[in-house]
């Protein structure tokens, strides 16, 4: 595979799942037993990431992922791209929904197989740091 190709195979990911917020894109761009490891767990199969990612969606209002950059490996079978969430919490983390603007980068390492579908999406997250910034913001509100 060309790399240019594995580079716009994650980003088709990127829009159709989560830009255009279709977790269901899914179906036609991950291998059945894809796996998602974020956040210290790792969801396995197709059914479990969408589901995962359709609850992720729901607990942020006005979602929107923007792509920093992408590049890949030479072998053109891992992708890493930085990336920026916006939004508003509706419930991010299991925290009360306050609609707190929320902002969180992250980097993910996409494995590209050969025959174009994604195996494994491996995230790092500025998760803690919303998580902190929701906490003192519900602490304002009382």
């Not at 594995?6 to 159709?16: D, G, K, S």
């Not at 830009?19 to 796996?35: G, I, K, T, W």
């Not at 199969?45 to 929107?64: N, P, V």
């Not at 993910?108 to 003192?136: C, K």
Request: with cysteine.
């Amino acid at each position: 595979m060309n790399t240019r190709t594995a580079v716009e195979i994650a980003n088709r990911f990127w829009r159709e799942v989560w830009q255009e917020r279709n977790p269901d894109a899914a179906d036609h761009l991950v291998a059945d037993d894809f796996a998602i490891t974020s956040g210290g767990r790792t969801i396995e199969s197709r059914e479990a990431f969408k589901r995962w990612a359709t609850a992720l969606l729901a607990s942020i209002a006005d979602f929107r992922f923007d792509v920093v950059e992408s590049f890949q490996n030479e072998a053109g079978d891992r992708v890493v791209t930085r990336w920026v969430v916006t939004g508003r919490n509706r419930g991010f983390m299991g925290s009360p929904a306050c609609y707190t603007p929320i902002s969180m980068t992250g980097t993910a390492v996409l494995h590209v197989r050969e025959d174009g579908l994604l195996q494994h999406n491996w995230v790092e997250r500025s998760a803690l740091e919303v998580q902190r910034s929701l906490a003192a913001a519900a602490h304002n509100l009382f």
